[in-house]
């Protein structure tokens, strides 16, 4: 079975400041790789995935995450976060044959 | 374009109650899910459907049944609530791969959530 850990459930950073979301998993097969984004009071929505090929992807709206084989990781960042990023943040991790297992999230407080 | 709608959104339950969450949603995905999401343990699955007339169990799946006699609805009853369900829970979709087998590209798409309180 596959799980996911986020070490940090809170992370306070102030505008146009750089950010880090960190993600570490664990599976004894290859897996896809996700980070969902949860605005106040709203469903989740995928915010950028790793499949295959290469292992820098990006967001429409700046988050780049790396996928790192070696250190089992899939780090979320973004250079320069605004008010409007405030939300929690999930990683998740499927083989893709089972239903994903997400982490227990990090809320992101971004503060003016 | 609703998307994946859940009903109702907010609920109040006391101790041996039952009631059933209704999801339903109009993208013709294959695919739905139950999960419930609680402070600090992140989103959990419930049951799950890989097509109509099939369920099967997630990770917790205990005081939970579920449905899928259409397509498109996914419902998830509880018998006889407990103060431990109380929870949001979230239905999601996510479309299949022609061949049939379940591969799971994690596009999923969640519903709102409907908050749930047992007393």
């Known amino acids: 079975a596959q799980s996911v850990t986020q070490l940090d459930s809170q992370v306070p950073v102030f505008e146009e400041a750089p950010v880090e979301l960190r993600c570490n998993y664990s599976s004894s097969v290859s897996v896809y790789l996700f980070w969902y984004v949860q605005y106040p009071n709203q469903g989740l929505q995928l915010l950028l995935k790793?499949?295959?090929?290469?292992?820098l992807v990006e967001s429409i709206n700046g988050f780049e995450a790396e996928f790192n084989k070696s250190q089992t990781s899939f780090h979320l960042r973004k250079p320069s976060v605004h008010i409007s990023d405030t939300a929690e943040y999930f990683c998740a991790v499927t083989p893709g044959r089972r239903a994903l297992t997400f982490g227990s999230g990090t809320r992101l407080q971004v503060q003016p | 374009n609703a998307g994946v709608t859940q009903t109702p959104k907010f609920r109040v339950l006391k101790t041996g109650q039952s009631m059933t969450l209704l999801c339903a949603q109009d993208m013709n995905h294959e695919y739905m899910y139950w999960y419930r999401q609680d402070p600090g343990m992140g989103l959990r699955l419930i049951h799950y459907?890989?097509?109509?007339?099939?369920?099967a169990k997630g990770e917790v799946p205990d005081g939970y049944n579920v449905s899928r006699l259409k397509k498109q609805n996914f419902l998830l009853g509880l018998e006889s609530a407990a103060p431990s369900q109380t929870s949001v829970y979230f239905c999601?979709?996510?479309?299949?791969?022609?061949?049939?087998?379940?591969?799971?590209?994690?596009?999923?798409?969640f519903g709102e959530g409907s908050r749930l309180t047992v007393l």
């Open positions: 790793y499949l295959s090929g290469s292992t």
């Open positions: 459907s890989v097509g109509e007339g099939t369920t």
């Open positions: 999601a979709s996510s479309d299949h791969r022609p061949s049939g087998r379940f591969i799971n590209t994690g596009e999923l798409f």
